[in-house]
């Protein structure tokens, strides 16, 4: 099936450095949502984004949506060892289709910090 | 409020066997997705119920359906199961409009010997 086109695939960063990763589509989506899932549990909502352009932060995430609607920013500052994990990036909606209910989702980043 | 709930957590089946999974929503929200997630597939989408009604599907083939009861709680059925069902199955719930944020369960992982 349609997947995102999510990067990096894996970071190994040194706590208290920025991160950054993400995400892009050959379709628009009108809402765009980050995810962070820990190993045996099912996504956690960071951030979703409903309109083309906004930037939005939640503490030490800031994601973007972008312009075009095909593309969306996830930064972390100042990482911390819990920061570990797989990042999903997810588009909801857009162009034809029905869009009830299906998110799409990116490959995930394997975010690792080391102490 | 209660997050999403799914039983069992884990689950041990044979080939050729059927499953039923369960998921509770959070109370309030009609809409109930399910997703299946493998290392290589990663997370796809199964099937969407809203008022006890499928809305959408996903590319999964009929031994994969679904259904919704009155109070919105939700069950997955896999018939026949194969080795390549092995997955960690996923329930989402939102209030139900197209553009609702939706908040996942636990997951249940099912593994086909």
């Known amino acids: 099936g349609q997947q995102l086109n999510q990067s990096p695939q894996s970071m190994f960063i040194q706590e208290g450095e920025d991160v950054s990763m993400n995400c892009t589509s050959s379709?628009?989506?009108?809402?765009w949502l980050w995810y962070k899932q820990d190993p045996g549990e099912g996504p956690v909502l960071l951030i979703a984004l409903y309109k083309a352009g906004e930037l939005t932060s939640n503490g030490r995430l800031t994601a973007q949506f972008g312009i075009t609607r095909k593309d969306s920013f996830l930064n972390i500052s100042a990482s911390i060892p819990s920061d570990v994990g797989i990042y999903f990036c997810?588009?909801?909606?857009?162009?034809?289709?029905?869009?009830?209910?299906?998110?799409?989702f990116g490959q995930g980043t394997i975010l690792t910090v080391h102490p | 409020k209660a997050g999403v709930t799914q039983t069992p957590r884990y689950l041990i089946k044979t080939r050729g066997q059927q499953v039923t999974l369960s998921c509770s929503p959070i109370?309030?929200?009609?809409?109930v997705s399910w997703y299946q997630q493998t290392p290589g597939q990663g997370l796809q989408f199964l099937f969407e119920?809203?008022?006890?009604?499928?809305?959408n599907k996903g590319n999964f083939p009929g031994r994969f359906s679904g259904r919704q009861f009155s109070n919105s709680r939700s069950e997955m059925n896999v018939s026949t199961l194969e080795l390549g069902d092995s997955a960690l199955y996923l329930c989402?719930?939102?209030?139900?409009?197209?553009?609702?944020?939706?908040?996942f369960g636990p997951g249940t992982r099912l593994t086909v010997l």
């Open positions: 119920y809203f008022s006890e009604t499928q809305r």
């Open positions: 109370s309030g929200h009609r809409s």
């Open positions: 989402a719930s939102s209030p139900g409009t197209a553009r609702d944020t939706q908040y």
């Open positions: 379709s628009i989506f009108n809402t």
């Open positions: 997810a588009g909801q909606g857009g162009a034809g289709g029905t869009s009830y209910g299906k998110l799409t």
